[in-house]
């Protein structure tokens, strides 16, 4: 039945998920998944019910967290369905485009593919920073501009001054999305207090890397009323099943366990990035996420040998190098300890 299939679609390759890829081991540091994992509570009294579009407990909860108005928040099957939204809303298959910034998260060209939606790419600089010129010249026909900060994979944020400068540039033409996926490491890094200032500034945020809920399914633009009135004319009816609205909501309402578990990933990165970076034969790039992006002699060889003793990490596109998600302590210890002795031979 392929052939039958959109000839869009017939030419996809789908998004190689860390899931996809599979692997089998003990210590799986390749999805930047949490170590954690919480217990909650369900209550199946009413789902016999189609669940709230938009559940006012949970908005409520995260506007709380987030430190904007309920207004300014659209929640979604996790931050990816966020990405399709605002592409599928702002832009038209065929006629506009959407433009990112490689190295970086993969999605974006996924469901602009799908969606029949040009992409434009203007790499980022050396530095892994924006190239604001080359942004500029490239803006024709561009709806959407996908910027991720802290970066995936190079786990580096992108300076604050350029997120300005393009929001300025693309006044009243584009909007700005900021992915913030892992922003809750580095909360002080946000955008978020620009968003009075920039009508064309949508962020999209996630309940799966620092509340350790990816399997959950739950993530959330925020943006001004009317941009999040634009997204609520394309969402699906019942996009958030109750129980998700509930463990979602519980889960911002226990601000302290994320916090606390947030500052041991913190400083289990700090701690295994010092460890690494002992070996003269390493790059260990500063990260602020829930990971690190590690360049190695021979990037391939080390993410195979790893593989092989049941250490799943994440291979890139970058050129010998390996991002490594921050488990626990435990996991830490045994992935450094599996690297020391790999380059001791
Ligand atoms: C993990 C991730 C997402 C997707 O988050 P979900 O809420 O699980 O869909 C989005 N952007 C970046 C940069 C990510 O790393």
Redesign the pocket.
């Known amino acids: 039945m392929e052939k039958l299939a959109r000839p869009t679609v017939q030419a996809l390759t789908p998004y190689l998920s860390a899931r996809r890829i599979g692997g089998s081991g003990d210590v799986w540091l390749n999805?930047?998944e949490s170590p954690f994992n919480n217990a909650y509570v369900i209550d199946s009294d009413a789902l016999n019910r189609y669940s709230e579009c938009q559940p006012a407990e949970l908005i409520n909860a995260y506007a709380a967290y987030a430190g904007v108005t309920p207004e300014r928040v659209l929640t979604s099957?996790?931050?990816?369905?966020?990405?399709e939204l605002l592409i599928r809303a702002y832009c038209e298959p065929g006629t506009d485009s959407i433009l990112y910034c490689p190295p970086?998260?993969g999605?974006y060209a996924i469901s602009a593919e799908t969606i029949g939606v040009e992409r434009k790419t203007v790499p980022l600089t050396d530095a892994w920073q924006l190239d604001i010129d080359g942004i500029e010249k490239n803006l024709d026909g561009v709806k959407l501009v996908f910027v991720?900060s802290p970066?995936?994979p190079t786990g580096n944020l992108v300076n604050r001054d350029d997120i300005i400068r393009l929001l300025e540039m693309t006044k009243d033409r584009a909007i700005v999305v900021m992915?913030e996926?892992?922003i809750d490491f580095c909360p002080e890094a946000s955008t978020v207090d620009l968003l009075d200032q920039y009508p064309n500034l949508a962020i999209?945020?996630?309940?799966?890397?620092a509340f350790a809920l990816?399997g959950l399914?739950?993530?959330f633009t925020l943006a001004n009323p009317e941009l999040i009135n634009v997204l609520l004319k394309v969402i699906a009816p019942y996009p958030v099943p109750i129980p998700v609205a509930q463990i979602a909501t519980q889960a911002l309402t226990n601000l302290s366990q994320a916090k606390q578990q947030v500052d041991t990933l913190n400083k289990n990165r700090a701690w295994l990035a010092n460890e690494l970076a002992e070996n003269a034969q390493l790059t260990v790039f500063e990260g602020w996420?829930n990971y690190l992006l590690v360049q190695f002699p021979d990037g391939d060889a080390l993410f195979k040998a790893a593989w092989d003793s049941g250490i799943i990490l994440r291979n890139s596109p970058i050129q010998d190098c390996v991002r490594i998600s921050i488990g626990s302590e435990q996991e830490c210890r045994v992935t450094l300890e599996f690297i020391q002795q790999y380059y001791a031979k």
């Open positions: 999805a930047n099957r996790g931050a990816d369905e966020g990405i970086t998260y999605m991720c970066n995936n992915d996926a892992y999209l945020r996630t309940l799966s890397k990816a399914r739950c993530g996420g």
